[in-house]
Every structure is written in structure tokens, then in C-alpha cells.
């Protein structure tokens, strides 16, 4: 006997990065937005048929612990693409029933490749110290596991998991 085969969507959104100069670049990039939330609203348009037409599937989106709480100085439009794809993500999950699940996850600081993504010289630095306390990639990875390892009745929302020393 074989079992249906659901297809599972899971968003990485490509990293954009948070700038310690703030908000005053915010006019200058359209990068977060273009990423955080299109990205995944495209992503969402392209599976959501399939989805239906199989009356079944996971979107698993990754946003960050920048949309739980704002980070600041410098990751306030960050912070709300992160927001956005968190609401974006419980829109959905309302509008598309039970038969979809949706979860969002938000990590805090991940031995990855993040930390090497900003060309700007004090982000760079910040980043560099601030990810020496990061947590090993495996640990999101259950974490996605364990919502998709979930019985169809049980949809598992949102996990937020950062270092423990972590104070944001």
C-alpha cells in the first residue's frame, strides 16, 4: 500500500540583511521587501493550486526572531518584512482552512552562512560578534522536522528558538 504523497513548500527566503545605519537607508533598498515578503507571497501564489487541487499541503516559511521583536538600532524595516511574513503567514492559514497547514519559523542567531552576508563594514563586525554565540543549523532543521512530523490534524503555527543566551 502506498501513501498520498503531499507536496510541502518550505521558504528559505534569501538572506537580506539589517543595516546598523537603521532606517535612514530605507529609501535606499527595496531588497528586504522584495525578499521577506514578495518572495514569499510569490512563493505562496505558485504552490497554494496545488495545494488545493490535492486538498492538502505544509507552507513552512522562515522569518526570524526580527519579527518577533524589533531589532534596533539599524533592523527596523528588517524586523517588519519579518513581522509581515509572520501576518502574512496567519492571513493564510485562515484563509485556506484546515486542510493546509502553515508554519512559521523564527530562529534567532544560526551558525550559517548570515553572518558573512553584510558588506557593510560595522554590520559586518556587530554580526561577526554577536553570531559567536549562535546555535548549530541542525537545531532549525527538527524544528522544521518536528512540525512536519505532526499528524494532519495538528498544525503546528509558529516556533521561535534562539541561543538561551541569546537577549532578543
Known amino acids: 500500500m502506498s501513501l498520498p504523497v503531499r507536496i510541502l513548500w518550505f521558504f528559505i527566503n534569501k538572506i537580506s540583511y539589517p543595516s546598523r545605519r537603521g532606517i535612514r537607508l ?5 531588497s528586504p521587501i522584495n525578499i ?30 526580527a519579527g518577533v521583536k524589533v531589532f534596533s538600532p539599524g533592523g527596523t524595516v528588517y524586523s517588519g518584512t519579518k513581522f509581515a511574513v509572520r501576518a502574512i503567514s496567519e492571513g493564510l492559514r485562515h484563509e485556506v482552512g484546515a486542510h493546509i497547514r502553515t508554519t512559521t519559523i523564527c530562529p534567532g ?13 560595522d554590520s559586518s563586525q556587530f554580526v561577526q560578534e554577536f553570531y559567536q554565540q549562535a546555535i548549530p543549523a541542525d537545531s532549525v532543521a527538527r524544528a522544521v522536522a518536528y512540525a512536519i512530523e505532526q499528524p494532519a490534524e495538528v498544525d503546528i503555527n509558529e516556533i521561535v528558538l534562539r541561543p538561551s543566551q541569546q537577549e532578543f
Open 109 to 121: 542567531a544560526v551558525d550559517s552562512e548570515l553572518k558573512f552576508g553584510s558588506s557593510d563594514a
Open 26 to 30: 530605507a529609501g535606499t533598498t527595496a
Open 36 to 65: 521577506n515578503i514578495k518572495g514569499v507571497l510569490y512563493g505562496i501564489a505558485a504552490a497554494l493550486p496545488v495545494f488545493e487541487r490535492q486538498n492538502g499541503g505544509h507552507f513552512i516559511k522562515v522569518s526570524s526572531v
